[in-house]
C-alpha cells in the first residue's frame, strides 16, 4: 500500500520570504502522480501543483515549485515571495498512475503554513 | 454550476441518528469521490462512482455507511445510527472522466458533528 508523510506540522514564514514544505512517500510502483493541495479556513480544496513521475523536470506554477526526487521518493513544495493568501493548510497526495477501478487520491496529514506581515 | 457544492455545510446530530449528506457535481463530470476528513488528518478515500455506479467503495468503514448517484450526476452520502467517531468534515469531489490525467476537484465539504 501507497503511504504519504508529512513531518511538519506547522511552518511559518515571512511575507515576501521563500518557504519549503516537505514530503515523502512510499510506493512500489514506477509510474504515478503526486500532487500538492492548498485548504483554507474555507475548507475547499484547491490544486497548487501536479507532477508525473515519469517526468524528470520539476512541476512550475508561478511562485510554486516543487523538488522531485524520485529515488529518494521525496516530493517538497517551494513557495517564492510568500503571501498572506498563502496561509492555509497544505496536503502532499499521491495518485496511481494505473489507478485500476479507482483514481483515488491519498493525502498525507498535513502542513499548516502560517504568514508573517 | 461553476464548481461542486455541498449541502448542509454543517451537520449536528444525535448519537444514532440518520443523516444525509448531499453533493452536487461539476457539470458534466462522469466521476465523483467521496473522502473524510477527521480533525488533523488529511482525506481519506470513502466511494468513487463512475456515473451511476459504485466502482469502487473499499473505502467505506462499515455498513452504516451507504452512497447513492441514482442519475449520474448529485450524490448521497448516507450514515446509519451515527456514533460520535463519525464527527468529520466530508469532503465530495468530482472529475471530468475519471481518467488517469484527470485533475479532482473539490467541494467547500460538510462538517458533521454528532454529540
Known amino acids: 500500500a501507497q503511504t504519504v508523510t508529512q513531518s511538519q506540522p506547522e511552518m511559518s514564514v515571512q511575507e515576501a520570504e521563500t518557504v519549503t514544505l516537505s514530503c515523502t512517500y512510499d510506493?512500489?510502483?514506477?509510474?504515478?502522480?503526486l500532487f500538492w493541495y492548498k485548504q483554507p479556513p474555507s475548507r475547499q480544496m484547491i490544486l497548487v501543483i501536479r507532477q508525473e513521475a515519469y517526468k524528470q523536470q520539476n512541476a512550475t506554477e508561478n511562485r510554486f515549485s516543487v523538488n522531485f526526487q524520485k529515488a529518494a521518493k521525496s516530493f517538497s513544495l517551494k513557495i517564492s515571495d510568500s503571501q498572506l493568501g498563502d496561509a492555509a493548510m497544505y496536503f502532499c497526495a499521491y495518485r496511481r498512475y494505473y489507478g485500476g477501478a479507482t483514481n483515488k487520491l491519498i493525502f498525507g496529514t498535513g502542513t499548516l503554513l502560517a504568514v508573517q506581515p | 454550476g461553476a464548481g461542486v457544492s455541498q449541502t448542509p455545510s454543517n451537520k449536528v446530530t444525535e448519537k444514532g441518528k440518520y443523516v444525509e449528506l448531499r453533493c452536487d457535481p461539476i457539470s458534466g463530470h462522469t466521476a465523483l469521490y467521496w473522502y473524510r476528513q477527521s480533525l488533523g488528518q488529511g482525506p481519506e478515500f470513502l466511494i468513487y462512482f463512475q456515473g451511476t455506479g459504485a466502482a469502487d467503495d473499499s473505502g467505506l468503514p462499515n455498513d452504516r455507511f451507504f452512497a447513492v448517484r441514482p442519475e449520474g450526476s448529485v450524490s448521497t452520502l448516507k450514515i446509519q445510527r451515527t456514533e460520535r467517531g463519525d464527527s468529520a468534515v466530508y469532503l465530495c469531489a468530482s472529475s471530468p472522466t475519471g481518467s488517469n490525467t484527470d485533475t479532482q476537484y473539490f467541494g467547500p465539504g460538510t462538517r458533521l458533528t454528532v454529540l
Open positions: 510506493t512500489s510502483e514506477s509510474d504515478y502522480y
